[in-house]
């Protein structure tokens, strides 16, 4: 191979670093570790989905041989609430139980097989409180509350007002109209929720654990159990998927629980599948009114929307996943007049929390359907409404923010526009066989990055070099399997002049690397990388300097750093770095620097209701464009042709960036087409991946990735993330063509083949 | 190899747990993942469904012996090369079935492959790379039988 002779490269799809040892089964997840002499520790659960825990009886799951300790909320020292802006969530339940997967009891057992037997034993007296399962329902007068301080079960109402909407319709030729629902969605990482925790002789706590973001979770554990940050170290290896449903406590705070009653012995928890649909965190479900007007000539008007998101029993990120979705409410167009209104609501159905694409990918479907629909209104092609009115530099979006960071969405959807799928896709359509129908849709996206205005975007990076002369990346957000610190080690390689193989990179661990935030919001390598990038630079001058005093040189300026030394280059005379390394102290090997992610300098004032994360400046963007052919007799929707145009700035690694948007893709057709959590009465009845179905090998298209070369100002290297804006994009497009197809609109997801065929038969 | 474990202990803890062979993962539990794919006497199956004592007398193959064949080394390879591990939770169940499908012909399209591959879930990739990943081993092999 030859890649390990040169110095890395960014813009070469370099091979990830983790992936030799992923595809040889080396690679060390948190569930693949089994401590010693270990205890299992395990979850009851409430069952019932609203009501007060007058008593546990614990006696017949304790008597169980094996189970060692049942622990209830008398054994949780300190406030027994975790959550990542509210405080609101008992590790284990103290008086309401609010959801039917609230934590009742904590078991240990000596063996997986005796937790399994236990589990189900432990009997919760619950006196049945009145449950709301109907986000309206939930927020009409009289309907139980299910926070006390929470009055209609609102989480947060909030509105964007830019212009005057509602005068503004007055003006409008065509206007169209609809409303949509949007399912909830599991993330179905494979690796389910799972962590290891022991009690040191020193009285700390060490973890590891599959999580998206190690350093909050120090917090979180920290105040729910009352526990000094210094005393919990967490390790965060590479997680198998991530997604969005590992960020926040899931096993965190459990864990830790058990280890302070495990008598210092390890403690192993790993969610199966079941618990996984049951209690983890899911996708919001969405329920959407929308209202789109424009003039003749197709120059968008005026937008009126109300969105309701479901969010559960608890707040997670509730309040801040439907801002971002307001934020994006008004797709990626140049709309003057706009009242977005949301309402995010608590109700006793499972926790809905962050996911790829954020609040986002159900405002995408609503607003690119109307689109078509508002299209269909004025007699317009849907390519030419989009870019007659796709963003561009300098405009001003739908929340008001001026746009000073690149926006290629309409260099996207040119993309599309000059692709043979879209130039052809007429005579493609009448090759359609005997009893199906053909047709192509639309669909431009864009997604923000980073927290967003108030809450301080930042990331540290360490880079050491080693005393044997090779160079290690500290890396300090999880790496959920998008490759971030694959990423950051082709970005230090290429700094520091290093082939691939002289780069060693830790994974995340709260002793050693620096608070960099989350694994998430598309922030992950811009941030970290942006940090990084300095360090290097950092780190690079000071082993030419030090290199200079080792070589009885007068200045720096011809130094060389080169793959394994320095070299002055008139004489020809150099340093391997192992013997620089060897007369540098530790402290002076190592280079820390932080980052803070640029925030809007012009913030507008069109947002009422907002906690934190308004506004965001940096957008990735995109277009897409679904092929599909629909069986007339079974309304089976099959996706026979994929296009992805991603506007992510300048690649770092085409390869990576492929994989970015293929997987986005896959998990939106999944979204589009099938994926359905089904929860009745707060109970989860899908239950297993043959009643909860994504997307299998036979499912999806060879998706079309095609990169727009952009260049992002405040990027490292010129890139944005694009983790998540591919995700919004497989939804309304695939809709769209359904409708292009058949003649029919779907407005309720996922387009399922019972809901496509009662529509073509309503039709004929 | 003689082990001695209860009749009924499954498959995949038996690798996991008892023999520390981690490579082997388990995503479901109940068979519809097929992160947990191993080779028993050459034949892709989930050990999470099955029971220790249905190893007895048999030849078992995990992604840990993945690179004493041929074929095997190929697909880890060509995985690797191809970009078809992302997060690489499902990579090893993935490989080894396409270990089964390569030793069952040298010539499959990309349907076929995407039918041989059809117990496998994976959430990271869209499988576009994936199934580029199988057909860059399946002709190197083929390439190598011809040499």
Known sequence: MTIDRERMEIGKPEIRSDAYSKASGRERFAADIYPDNLLWAGVARAGAAHGRLTSLDVSAALAVPGVLKVLTAGDVPGPNRHGIIHKDTPVLADDVVRYTGDAVALILAETREALKVAVPLVKAVIEPLTAVFDPREAMADGAPLIHADRENNLLMAAEIRKGEALAAFAECDAVAEGEFSTPVQAHIFLETENGTAQLEEDGAISMTVSTQSPFRDRLEIGHALGIPFDRIRIASPCLGGGFGGKDGATVQCLLALAALHADGRPVKMQWEREENLAAGYRRHACRMRYRLGAKRDGTLHALECELIYDTGAYAHLGGEVMELGMEHAGGPYRIPHNLIRGKCVHTNNPVAGAMRAFGVCQVTFAFESMMDMLAKELGMDPMGLRLQNALTDGDTNCAGVRLVTSTGVAGCLELLRDHPFWREREEWKRGAPPGTRRGAGLAAIFNAAGYGGGVRDSAIAKVELGPDGRFTVHNAVSDMGQGNSCAFLQMAGHILCQEASAMDLFQPDTATAYPSGSSAAGRTTFTYGNALIQACEDLKARVINRAGLLLFVDSDKDLRLVPGKVIHLPSGREVPLERLASFMPREDRVCINQYVAPVCEDVPDTAKGFFIGFPHVILAYGAHLARVQVDLATGVIRVMDYLAATDGGRVVNPAMFEQQVHGGVGQGLGYALTEDLVTREGKVLSKDLSTYLIPGTMDAPDIVSIPYHGNEATGPFGMKGIGEVAMNGPLPAVANALADACGIRLCHAPLTPSRALEAIEAGR | ?147
Request: proline share 1%; aromatic share 2%.
């Open chain 2, 1 to 147: 190899m003689d082990i001695y474990v209860p009749d009924d202990r499954r498959v995949v803890d038996l690798l996991r747990v008892d023999l520390g062979l981690t490579g082997t993962k388990e995503g479901c539990g109940t068979g519809e993942c097929g992160a947990c794919t191993i080779l028993v006497d050459g034949e892709a199956r989930l050990s999470c469904l099955m029971v220790a004592a249905q190893l007895e007398g048999t030849s078992v193959t995990t992604v840990e012996g993945l690179e004493l064949s041929r074929e095997g080394i190929e697909i880890r390879r060509a995985f690797a090369g191809e970009g078809a591990v992302q997060c690489g939770f499902c990579t090893p169940g993935m490989e080894m079935a396409a270990l089964a499908l390569i030793r069952s012909g040298r010539d499959h399209t990309r349907e076929q492959i995407r039918e041989g591959l059809s117990g496998n879930l994976c959430r990271c990739t869209g499988y576009v790379k994936i199934v580029d990943a199988v057909m860059k081993a399946m002709e190197r092999v083929r390439l190598g039988d011809r040499e």
